[in-house]
């Protein structure tokens, strides 16, 4: 299935390719290291309970993206095209000689104080944070496969990201322990990788203007979850206020189902 185009636009000339690529890498700006959420931890403004509830919360977004990469792959009739793609689903799960990003993240929670089960449990996922990371997996699930596969453009900007925190961390927070930084290094060259194949997949099928002008609106809405992550955090840790906060203060939210019904 092809891109639809949806939005009007004013002009009736395509950006060329490199032009193109570059109003992608503008939405840069609207990334979430830019967040004051992310400012603080660069700063090592963050207190060990507050990085520990980032921590927790992109977890549940690493075990999704999996998911969602298997939901692109399921859409995706082009064989070559899911040769390519199927890396990153294992990218994250692992395989021989890979222990994957999922269980490096869980090596990441256990350097900064916690225990794999509460990753695993989700009972620190904010209701924010869960909603922003299911509204991407179900856009995925749903979009032609082009369209999930441009919605992965974020990773443009990914690397700024993980070397910053492997840059700030060890300074700021001397008491994370080394295995906590697996990830990070990990991502830095998977991330560069992945990226020039999913550019590659929205300059050849974004030819027209109002193409172009959906797949930067995609490239937007996966720009806003991530920022809305931040926004729930910053409430609940920085600010005091989590969810019910004038009810009560117990984490009465809706953490993880308990038991599996099947």
Same mark, same amino acid.
């Given at each position: 299935m092809?891109?639809?185009?949806?939005?009007?636009?004013?002009?009736?000339?395509?950006?060329?390719?490199?032009?193109?690529?570059?109003?992608?890498?503008?939405?840069?700006?609207?990334?979430? %290291?830019?967040?004051?959420? !992310?400012?603080?931890?660069?700063?090592?403004e963050?207190?060990?309970? !507050?990085?520990?509830? @980032?921590v927790?919360?992109?977890?549940?977004?690493? %075990?999704?993206?999996?998911?969602?990469?298997a939901? %692109?792959?399921?859409?995706?009739?082009?064989?070559?095209?899911?040769?390519? /793609?199927?890396?990153?689903?294992?990218?994250?799960?692992?395989?021989?000689?890979?222990? *994957?990003?999922?269980?490096? /993240?869980?090596?990441?929670?256990?350097?900064?104080?916690?225990?794999?089960?509460?990753l695993? &449990?989700?009972?620190?996922?904010?209701?924010?944070?869960r909603?922003?990371?299911?509204?991407?997996?179900?856009?995925?699930?749903?979009?032609? /496969?082009?369209?999930?596969?441009?919605? &992965?453009?974020?990773?443009?900007?990914?690397?700024?990201?993980? !070397?910053? +925190?492997l840059?700030? @961390?060890?300074q700021?927070?001397?008491w994370?322990?080394?295995?906590?930084?697996?990830?990070?290094?990990?991502r830095?060259?998977?991330?560069?990788r992945?990226?020039?194949? *999913?550019?590659?997949?929205?300059?050849s099928?974004?030819?027209?203007?109002?193409l172009?002008?959906?797949?930067?609106?995609?490239?937007?809405f996966k720009?806003?979850?991530? @920022?809305?992550m931040?926004?729930?955090?910053?409430?609940?840790y920085q %600010? *005091? +206020?989590?969810?019910?906060h004038?009810?009560?203060?117990?984490?009465v939210?809706?953490?993880g189902?308990?038991?599996s019904?099947?």
């Amino acid at each position: 299935m092809a891109l639809t185009a949806i939005t009007p636009c004013a002009s009736d000339i395509p950006l060329n390719r490199e032009a193109f690529r570059e109003a992608l890498m503008n939405k840069g700006q609207y990334y979430h %290291l830019n967040h004051p959420f !992310q400012q603080a931890m660069a700063n090592g403004e963050l207190s060990q309970e !507050q990085l520990q509830g @980032w921590v927790a919360n992109r977890f549940y977004y690493q %075990l999704m993206i999996p998911q969602k990469d298997a939901a %692109l792959l399921a859409n995706c009739p082009d064989t070559a095209t899911r040769r390519r /793609w199927v890396q990153r689903l294992l990218d994250h799960d692992g395989h021989a000689g890979d222990e *994957g990003g999922i269980e490096a /993240w869980l090596a990441l929670g256990e350097a900064v104080g916690l225990h794999r089960h509460t990753l695993l &449990s989700q009972e620190r996922v904010l209701p924010g944070v869960r909603f922003a990371v299911d509204a991407y997996r179900h856009f995925v699930a749903r979009a032609p /496969w082009q369209e999930a596969a441009i919605s &992965s453009l974020t990773e443009l900007f990914a690397p700024l990201a993980h !070397q910053n +925190r492997l840059d700030t @961390w060890p300074q700021h927070y001397p008491w994370i322990k080394e295995q906590g930084y697996r990830y990070f290094r990990k991502r830095l060259s998977e991330a560069r990788r992945d990226v020039e194949h *999913g550019l590659e997949i929205a300059i050849s099928v974004c030819t027209t203007v109002a193409l172009q002008q959906r797949a930067l609106n995609i490239l937007q809405f996966k720009l806003d979850v991530l @920022w809305s992550m931040l926004d729930a955090m910053t409430m609940a840790y920085q %600010l *005091g +206020r989590p969810p019910y906060h004038t009810v009560t203060r117990e984490a009465v939210y809706h953490r993880g189902l308990e038991h599996s019904l099947y």
